[in-house]
T-cell receptor, first 112, second 112 residues
Framework: DVKVTQSSRYLVKRTGEKVFLECVQD?????MFWYRQDPGLGLRLIYF???????EKGDIPEGYSVSREKKERFSLILESASTNQTSMYLC???????????FGPGTRLLVL | RKEVEQDPGPFNVPEGATVAFNCTYS??????FFWYRQDCRKEPKLLMS???SGNEDGRFTAQLNRASQYISLLIRDSKLSDSATYLC?????????????FGKGTKLSVIP
């Protein structure tokens, strides 16, 4: 069965802290994605990676960076967390042959 | 014009009712279309793909109208367990494209 896991379900951080969100998939998928989801705004793509060490900016990359050193792991980094980064963060992956994206359970991040 | 537009609802319907959602998309070159379901505080999951010829899966029927650039989802004999937010999703670039564009979702509540 398809599995995407995220390192934390809930996270509380202070303004200015560096935050790491980890995502791991066990399906040998090439593509991985980071979204944030906010009420009234829907899902917005932050970054995606189409292969190891490759990354592309999505629609809202400002304030974020990513790392993909291994195929199964895609990390989202908030270099200096701000209150407007309080959100639900969702990781997803997909293989090359199908368009379906499989999502992790999400991380609810609160920045105080 | 927003890329993918949905009526946010909520749609409050009694058990057993038939309910339909529509979604419009702006990119006429879009190739692939999907409906995802998102339960409260959970991740989105693929409900069904939408094909040009339409497709049916049990009580769920999806239709695509390319000329008018809209997608529909029909749910017959609604169950309490159908209560969720339904996301209309478009792949503007087709199978070779990495990105999906998500609508903001339509909330459905099925009432006993």
């Amino acid at each position: 069965d398809v599995k995407v896991t995220q390192s934390s379900r809930y996270l509380v951080k202070r303004t200015g802290e560096k935050v790491f969100l980890e995502c791991v998939q066990d399906m040998d998928h090439e593509n991985m994605f980071w979204y944030r989801q906010d009420p009234g705004l829907g899902l917005r793509l932050i970054y995606f990676s189409y292969d190891v060490k490759m990354k592309e900016k999505g629609d809202i990359p400002e304030g974020y960076s990513v790392s993909r050193e291994k195929k199964e792991r895609f990390s989202l980094i908030l270099e200096s967390a701000s209150t407007n980064q309080t959100s639900m963060y969702l990781c997803a992956s997909r293989g090359l042959l199908k368009e379906t994206q499989y999502f992790g359970p999400g991380t609810r991040l609160l920045v105080l | 014009r927003k890329e993918v537009e949905q009526d946010p609802g909520p749609f409050n319907v009694p058990e057993g009712a038939t309910v339909a959602f529509n979604c419009t998309y702006s990119n006429s070159a879009s190739q692939s279309f999907f409906w995802y379901r998102q339960d409260c505080r959970k991740e989105p999951k693929l409900l069904m793909s939408v094909y040009s010829s339409g497709n049916e899966d049990g009580r769920f029927t999806a239709q695509l109208n390319r000329a008018s650039q809209y997608i529909s989802l029909l749910i017959r004999d609604s169950k309490l367990s159908d209560s969720a937010t339904y996301l209309c999703v478009v792949n503007p670039g087709g199978a070779g494209s990495y990105q999906l564009t998500f609508g903001k979702g339509t909330k459905l509540s099925v009432i006993p």
